[in-house]
């Protein structure tokens, strides 16, 4: 049996959102070990004179915690 935990983290990117998800999965196994999947809470764009200069994901990270 194992148990896991959930962390959100928010993460950015100035060329697409799957730019950003993989941003913040790279940041996430920096820190965090046993990472098995993430969930994509929410997508948005920030806009400059009517053009996006960002991508930002909000996820929720799951990891399995060691014995």
């Keep these: 049996m194992s ?8 993460a950015t990117s100035p060329e ?10 790279a940041r996430a ?3 965090l070990r046993n990472v098995e999947g993430a ?3 929410d997508m948005n764009v920030t806009v400059e004179n009517g053009d996006i ?3 930002r994901v909000n996820m929720e990270v799951t ?5």
């Design 53 to 55: 200069t960002a991508y």
């Design 16 to 25: 697409s959102f799957e730019g950003a998800i993989r941003e913040g999965i």
């Design 3 to 10: 148990v896991a935990r959930v962390t959100e983290i928010s």
């Design 29 to 31: 196994t920096k820190t």
């Design 39 to 41: 969930w994509i809470k």
């Design 63 to 67: 990891f399995v915690l060691e014995d």
